[in-house]
């Protein structure tokens, strides 16, 4: 299982809630986590194989917010 990293809009608890159907749909529930603690408000996804990076960035912008791959 690799785990992808994206820095995000995500900012605070309410941005996380919107963004849970969204990233429950295209990841999977408990397959994803924010760090709204960090500055970069880091998603960190445990991929399973067939997750693209696309389909998670197209995830966030559906939910509002915007991702980028970070390493």
């Known amino acids: 299982m690799e785990a992808l990293k994206f820095k995000t809009t995500i900012k605070c608890s309410g941005c996380v809630?919107?963004?849970?159907p969204f990233l429950d749909q295209a990841?999977?529930?408990d397959n994803w986590k924010v760090d709204i603690l960090n500055p970069d408000k880091?998603?960190?996804i445990e991929t399973k194989e067939?997750?693209?990076e696309q389909t998670i960035?197209?995830?966030i912008q559906d939910a509002g917010y915007k991702a980028e791959r970070v390493n």
Do not use: Y
């Open 17 to 20: 809630a919107q963004a849970t």
């Open 27 to 29: 990841v999977g529930e």
């Open 50 to 52: 067939g997750i693209s």
């Open 42 to 44: 880091v998603l960190t």
């Open 57 to 59: 960035v197209k995830a």
